[in-house]
Each structure stands twice: as C-alpha cells, then as structure tokens.
C-alpha cells in the first residue's frame, strides 16, 4: 500500500471512528439539547484531527442529528414536540406500509423466523435494561422493513429511528415490554393466518401517539437529561 493509500485509510477510520461516537452521543442526548460543540476539545476526547471530525459533524447535521450555523458552528439539535410528533406521524404511515407489502411479499417461513424469535426474547431482557429492550423492539420493526423487500422503506425507517432513539428509549422506561411484544406478535399472526388489514390495524395502534404524549415523554426526557444524568457525573466526581 503506498503512503497516500495508507493515509487515505487511516483518515477515513478516524472519520468513521468520530461519526460513530458522535452519532451515539447525539442519538441519547449526551450532547444536551441546543449544546453548542467544542469542536477543539471533541478532537482531543475522540483522539482524532480537525478534518476528519468536521467530516464526521457533517455527515451528522445531514442526518438530523446536528445543527449548524455560521455564528454558533455544531450544535446537538433541540428536543422539539412537533418534530417528533411529525416523525411519528411519518414512521405510522411508513410501517403500516411496510405491514401491507410483507403481507404481499413475505414467505410464511419467513414470518415464522420472526414469530420464533419472538419467542424467544419474550422473557428478555432484564427490565431494567432499557437500551436493550430498545434494541430488540427496533431489531423487530426493521427486521418487517427488510421482508417488504423495499429498501427505501428499511432507510428511512432507519433514519427515523435513529431521530426518535431517545424518545422512544424515554418511552420504554415507562411501557410494559409484555404489551409491546404481545402486539408484535399480533402483527405477524394476522399476516401469518393472511389477515392483512387486521396486522395493519394493529400496527397503527402500536405506533399512534399524540401530541400530549409527546410533550410528556420530552418533559421525562429533559428530567433524564438534566437531573439523572448530572447526578451520575457527580458520582463518578466523587469516586
């Protein structure tokens, strides 16, 4: 490999390096709403240059993930109710979308994998695990985009997901994981018995949320925030 190769390489690791930590900051709200970005002290944290972090910022402000502006440069975006009520809106229609081509596309082999693993992870995880209650209800969801054989579909779902992380995380604190589960696999029993319409119905119920619920899963969010998470720096101050 010659120098320039090699160079190349090691840029676009760091570049991949910051974006994929940034992005989980982003995603959970390490970074705090509206919180302009040291972009100095970030290069130091994350050991990489200027370059590839600015490359990295702006891969994240593409994806929503970040603000930018000429006067304050990188910010985490805001917590904004209508955003979010907008983006659930979005991600209803999408899915029951999604609902209504694996209807038309999925083999039933396949929806037995799904339903198999269902079952599987009904008694997991610990409910106190919230990241990985999140990660298997998203596994699910994602896992129905990819048998509508849409890949439009499965990015966007994607994105959307990655925009809502934190609320829907917020969410599962307080949502028994018995009922969520129980209405996944409701879906996939409709479209295993052919009753596309029902799986769709059910589909939209699991998804609705108003605009009220949205203002009060941000109010627990901003609560996480700014209290649960100043609390845990300050303990690890004192060890």
Known sequence: MSKDSEARSTSGASVERAYTEIRQRAMTFALRPGERINELQLAK?????????RE?????????????????????RELDAKEIFDL?????E???????RVAERASQPELEEVQ??????A????????????????????????????????ETLKSI?????????????????????????????????????AAEAVMRQHITRRMDQIVEMLKR?????????????????LR
């Open 161 to 197: 997901n990655t925009r809502i992380y934190f609320v829907r995380w917020v969410d599962m604190t307080d949502t028994r994981r018995d009922v969520t589960q129980g209405e996944h696999r409701q879906v996939v029993q409709h479209l295993l018995d052919g009753e596309a319409e």
């Open 221 to 237: 969010g901003y609560a996480y925030i700014y209290v649960t998470q100043a609390m845990n720096h300050s303990d690890k101050g």
């Open 56 to 76: 990295a910022l702006n891969r994240l402000t593409a994806e929503d993930l970040l603000t930018f502006s000429v006067n304050r440069g990188f910010s985490c």
């Open 88 to 92: 659930y809106e979005l991600r209803e």
């Open 116 to 121: 198999a693993f269902l079952l599987e992870t």
């Open 123 to 154: 008694e997991l995880p610990d409910p106190t695990d919230v990241d990985r209650m999140v990660a298997l209800d998203m596994k699910f969801h994602e896992w129905m985009a990819e048998l509508s054989r849409n890949r439009q579909m499965l």
């Open 94 to 100: 999408l899915e029951v979308g999604i609902v209504r």
């Open 45 to 53: 944290e994350l050991n990489v240059s200027r370059t590839p972090l």
